[in-house]
């Protein structure tokens, strides 16, 4: 773990029963906690069976109490969340969530919730089973009248607060859990936190035997990601496929693979591309703004990168040229999509600038708005990078937009200060990765119109999606078109209809070309001890499978 907020990584591989999973080729979704699950009235109502028997690590029960408890007394209650999960929204309204019997669960939608499969097995989900009523209640005003004392003789302000420490999976080793290890210490306790087995683990093996098959798991916490890498090379790491799996690092690694006794296993990313180049669009300058809205400087921009010289330089000789658009292995692949725009044309570039209204130069060179101001922004890129080769990268293209006469900055900013500054809509130019380009495209359509506050490019349009145009900037007709298809889509349970809306969506982001797009990886790895067993190969690598949970991580065992 790179420090105590790094606890993704064990989300990834402790930390992941949720009622659903995704499949091992994220193919499908398919049961896990939930024996079986129901869903009825074209996507209104959503049954789950639970495991008759099944127990939390101290022994008690799990039954429908602890889900209806984590909905209705936790995620529902304004005093714990004053926003509910929007994901559980639908038609403005929260689902009614009903013990049906101590091992059914159903939750009824007032309208059609075609997506809450997906998003009960992704991270979304975990909270459902990680909440046991049974002892968290004791911390809850509704249940403890002395909650208020009982915090105040704890050192915390409120109940409120007591009860948020209390249920923190990974900071409160008292916490109960239905996961294959159970943490016995917290985050801030010091550098190592261990996981010790769950004896009443709910899963077996097809021989008969309790899983899993690994006793003890540890995560030790550094400081950087070069620790890791160091670990690693000396063998004193199972397996990882974070922080460290890099395109620069691969020769290290590889070169150390008999000192440090493991190998490379094949991931296959979801991401669509290693660099994101998004134009703010909504931009609060309006000469900006202007330049920036127009389409063919977007796509005399793109013209203007010379994506095998980026390759061969910044990626270590590996990668194809690629726009935001969804990879090979996507149902929604086209490859006119992929590759529009990517030939390498300096000459094509300035006769497209030249035709969209921007002949005028300066004195060094440089070419002129329409109010006479010279073309020039900073390209904002958060520090620490999520990719070590984006500066680098960022600074060839700099140079290459030059030769067109387009003045780029580069902006190196700490993490924290991009995300307030992107979020203010205050920025020029956003570097990011291309997330959404597999299965997940469906709910992670960040780069195909504005959906969130991770579209870049237009983050005030995302803004009115989804608070239903109380808040940000309308947009203009085609992004309005992709979010009405976007809630037609996410109002069915039809498979083959959800498939057929996207692709309208795609069609339009198509022709609108949000964002630029760099290089396409085709595939990634991690590394594996010798003596580290049943890790399958390739695995899907994304946040939203949380690689490698679906490839049963307590079926992985130590020879």
Same mark, same amino acid.
Request: glycine share 6%; hydrophobic share 40%; with cysteine.
């Given at each position: ?14 930390? !992941? ?9 994220? $193919? ?7 024996? /079986? ?5 074209? %996507? ?8 008759? %028997? ?23 209650? /304004? ?43 992704? +991270? ?28 105040? *003789? ?31 210490? /917290? ?31 540890? !995560? ?81 921009? /793109? ?28 149902? &929604? ?55 070590? &080769?984006?500066?680098? $990268? ?63 490019? $237009? ?9 239903? %145009? ?29 498939? *057929? ?5 795609? $069609? ?5 070309? !949000? ?6 990886? *085709? ?19 994304? !946040?939203?499978?949380?690689? +490698?949970?679906?490839?049963?991580? *307590? ?5």
């Amino acid at each position: 773990m790179v420090g105590p907020s790094d606890t993704a990584v064990m989300h990834r591989t402790i930390g !992941y029963d949720q009622l659903v999973h995704f499949s091992p080729d994220w $193919a499908q979704v398919i049961p896990n906690v939930a024996r /079986s699950f129901e869903v009825e009235d074209d %996507g209104r109502v959503y049954t789950f069976q639970l495991r008759r %028997g099944m127990k939390w690590s101290d022994g008690e029960p799990f039954t429908a109490d602890d889900i209806v408890f984590c909905c209705e007394d936790i995620w529902f209650n /304004s005093d714990i969340f004053p926003e509910a999960p929007s994901w559980l929204v639908t038609e403005g309204k929260l689902p009614e969530v009903e013990k049906v019997d101590d091992h059914t669960v159903r939750f009824v939608f007032g309208a059609p919730h075609g997506l809450f499969l997906e998003r009960i097995a992704s +991270p979304n989900g975990t909270d459902l089973t990680s909440m046991p009523k049974h002892y968290l209640q004791q911390f809850h005003i509704k249940y403890n009248p002395d909650a208020e004392q009982l915090a105040k *003789e704890q050192g915390y302000d409120s109940w409120i607060d007591l009860f948020g420490a209390k249920r923190l999976v990974f900071d409160s080793p008292e916490l109960p859990t239905v996961w294959g290890w159970k943490p016995t210490s /917290s985050l801030s306790d010091g550098q190592r936190i261990v996981a010790e087995r769950n004896p009443y683990y709910w899963k077996v093996d097809p021989e008969g035997r309790q899983l899993p098959y690994i006793d003890q798991v540890a !995560y030790d916490m550094v400081n950087d990601n070069q620790v890791i890498l160091l670990k690693i090379s000396n063998g004193e790491i199972n397996m990882h496929a974070r922080h460290i799996n890099t395109l620069h690092n691969k020769p290290t690694l590889a070169r150390n693979r008999e000192r440090g006794g493991y190998d490379f296993f094949k991931l296959v990313p979801a991401i669509m591309n290693e660099m994101i180049i998004a134009f703010n669009l909504t931009h609060e300058d309006e000469g900006l703004r202007e330049v920036f809205q127009n389409k063919n400087f977007r796509i005399a921009m /793109s013209h203007a990168i010379n994506r095998e010289e980026l390759i061969t330089v910044a990626f270590q000789r590996q990668g194809l040229p690629w726009q935001a658009a969804p990879r090979s292995e996507s149902e &929604f692949y086209d490859d006119e999509f992929a590759s529009q725009y990517t030939e390498y044309d300096v000459a094509k570039a300035n006769d497209i600038l030249d035709r969209a209204g921007y002949a005028e130069r300066d004195s060094k060179g440089f070419r002129l708005r329409p109010d006479g101001k010279r073309i020039r922004f900073s390209v904002e890129i958060p520090t620490p990078t999520l990719k070590d &080769f984006w500066v680098s $990268a960022m600074e060839l293209i700099r140079e290459q937009w030059k030769e067109v006469g387009v003045d780029a900055q580069i902006k190196a900013e700490d993490r924290t200060l991009f995300y307030e500054r992107k979020e203010a809509n205050k920025h020029d130019v956003a570097i990011w990765q291309g997330d959404g380009g597999a299965q997940d495209a469906v709910i992670e359509p960040r780069w195909y119109f504005p959906f969130s506050t991770e579209s870049n490019y $237009a983050i005030p349009w995302a803004f009115w999606f989804f608070t239903d %145009g109380a808040e940000g900037q309308e947009p203009p007709a085609p992004a309005k078109r992709q979010m009405e298809l976007y809630r037609e889509l996410t109002l069915t349970a039809d498979r083959g209809a959800q498939s *057929e809306l996207f692709r309208q969506i795609l $069609a339009i982001a198509k022709e609108e070309f !949000y964002v630029i797009g760099t290089v396409l990886q *085709e595939e990634n790895y991690g590394i594996v001890a010798d003596n580290f067993h049943n890790v399958p190969e390739p695995i899907p690598e994304a !946040y939203l499978y949380l690689t +490698p949970a679906p490839a049963r991580p *307590e079926q992985f065992f130590i020879e």
